[in-house]
């Protein structure tokens, strides 16, 4: 195919690119910042990232895409025009893409999806499952007729399926990831302590002592904050029970979706699942315990894919490298004219 051949995860925390042949070139927060005076925008990625509470009233910075899907798409069209021009350069043919979704997209959400890349300077684009290619980027064997149990726990959707033949057997999909739990630890924090924090503190805090399951020695953090009442700053102690007990619903609320998708399971395919266990990729997969919190709600093995953060954009890329696997299993790069018809059908 005429172009390169470029592969986005493009998740509600994080953008991550891979190019055949040159592996994964780009990795920056989906974040983008713009002023309100004129619409322009001042940044994305990263240095946007770090504005994310202390910018000015004439500056907004913005997570276009929530729960895995396209909010702002006029946002999300210029920050994906940004990256892709960062990875082209000065390329004369448009680039090709492919990026993955959530296991449940809408026909109409699709449709955003494409309408923006396709709008960001792309000649072709092709839509692949978040699970799917996780399943793939983590080493399993999935061309087969046996059941791979994946559970990609990212910033905005936790997406559960069984995999088998190259194809989603059985799947779900929550609004429960780690962007909810980030809320989870701001609100536990007003509630208890009546202090207020920021997102990026509770970022750090969920990744410094954050847990799924109790931990057998108790850790603790000192943080900054704003007091509720007096709206002055203020230093306090956080301990990793405190925030264990923070994020317990929300954990729980993925353990019960996992179940879910094993009742809905042919009893062959959970036999396939109950013996190889269940994979955990995605950015929440590291969440201290998580592993163990699914087995034991589960009764079923659980473990950490390699590199879990990077296993949809690898997967991409293995998927890049091997158009076969496009044409086997019914996914076509297609362009802007294409997609129109095609989901057009679709919704009818």
Sequence with gaps: ??????????????????????????????????????GNMIAVGERARRMIGREPPSIVTVRPLKDGIISNAYVTEQMLRFFIKKICGNKILKPNV????????????????????????VAKACIIEEPLAAAIGSGEAISIPSGVFVVDIGG?????????????????????????MTKDIINYIRKEKKIIIGEITAENIK????SAIK?????????????????????FEITSTEIYEALKSNVDKICEDIKSVFEKTPPELVSDAGEKGIILTGGGSLLYGMDKAIESATGVKVKVAKDPLNCVIRGI??????????????????????FIDYLEEDIQ
């Design 1 to 38: 195919m005429i172009g390169i051949n470029i592969g986005i995860d493009l998740g509600t925390t994080s953008v991550i690119a891979y190019i055949d042949g040159k592996g994964i070139v780009l990795s920056e927060p989906s974040v983008a910042a713009y002023s309100t005076n004129n």
């Design 98 to 121: 492919i990026v993955s979704v959530p296991a449940f997209v809408t026909a109409l959400e699709k449709r955003t999806i494409l309408d923006v890349i396709t709008s960001c300077g």
């Design 156 to 180: 905005g959707t936790t997406d559960s399926a069984i995999i088998t033949m190259n194809c989603v057997s059985v799947s779900s999909s929550i609004k429960i990831a780690g962007n909810e």
């Design 207 to 210: 990744k410094s002592i954050g």
């Design 215 to 235: 931990r057998p020695e108790e850790l603790a953090v000192f943080v900054k904050g704003k007091d509720y009442v007096t709206k002055m700053p203020v230093s």
């Design 317 to 338: 890329g293995k998927i890049i490298a091997d158009e076969g696997f496009l044409f086997e299993n019914g996914y076509f790069f297609k362009t802007k004219d294409d």
